[in-house]
């Protein structure tokens, strides 16, 4: 089946420790992209790419590094430079030309 | 301005009402908008897409207004499954990354 994996489901960290968010999609899309959710918030963006080796900062990049090594795979690291690192991250997938997008199950991450 | 806004609700109707949600975005170079729906804990999906001639999915009905730059979304003889959290999606002009709103909830109550 295609589509868009996150692993893990459940993350727990201690402070000052930096994390890696995986995602992977099967999907052939082009474009990926990281959000950010918060309780009661929308989603913010946090960096995206379009195309392998390359990527953009989205508007909360601060904290946040990542590498679009292969077509298929996006991982996030969460640096302990992130103030405030506990939240519900969502990974993104779309086609060239296209904007509709289409999430992975996302990654709660807990900061002790 | 922030640049996509949705009254977040919450929305309380009774089963079988009629319930429409309101979204304006502040970029008037805007191109693509969607409706994505997100239960509770869950990461959103793609309800519909929002064409300049609007676009109706059985009990669903979204409408575009560029002119007062909002999109809509009629959701008629609402059902207890259709409580959720509504978000609202705009097209950046840079390029494919979406903006989204921060959400209505709905709860449809028997």
């Known amino acids: 089946d295609g589509g868009i994996t996150q692993s893990p489901k459940y993350l727990f960290r201690k402070e000052g420790q930096n994390v890696t968010l995986s995602c992977e999609q099967n999907?052939?899309?082009?474009?990926m992209y990281w959000y950010r959710q918060d309780p009661g918030q929308g989603l913010r963006l946090i960096y995206y790419?379009?195309?392998?080796?390359?990527?953009q900062k989205g508007d909360i990049a601060e904290g946040y590094s990542v590498s679009r090594e292969k077509k298929e795979s996006f991982p996030l690291t969460v640096t302990s430079a992130q103030k405030n690192p506990t939240a519900f991250y969502l990974c993104?997938?779309?086609?060239?030309?296209?904007?509709?997008?289409?999430f992975g199950p996302g990654t709660r991450l807990t900061v002790l | 301005r922030k640049e996509v806004e949705q009254d977040p609700g919450p929305f309380n109707v009774p089963e079988g009402a009629t319930v429409a949600f309101n979204c304006t975005y502040s970029?008037?170079?805007?191109?693509?908008f969607f409706w994505y729906r997100q239960d509770c804990r869950k990461e959103p999906k793609l309800l519909m897409s929002?064409?300049?001639s609007g676009n109706e999915d059985g009990r669903f009905t979204a409408q575009l207004n560029r002119a007062s730059q909002y999109i809509s979304l009629l959701i008629r003889d609402s059902k207890l499954s259709d409580s959720a959290t509504y978000l609202c999606?705009?097209?950046?002009?840079?390029?494919?990354?979406?903006?989204f709103g921060k959400g209505t909830t709905l709860s449809v109550s028997s």
């Open positions: 993104a997938s779309t086609l060239r030309g296209s904007h509709e997008q289409f």
């Open positions: 999907l052939n899309h082009d474009a």
């Open positions: 790419s379009q195309i392998v080796n390359d990527f």
């Open positions: 970029n008037s170079a805007s191109q693509s």
């Open positions: 929002v064409y300049s």
């Open positions: 999606a705009v097209n950046t002009q840079a390029g494919t990354a979406l903006i």
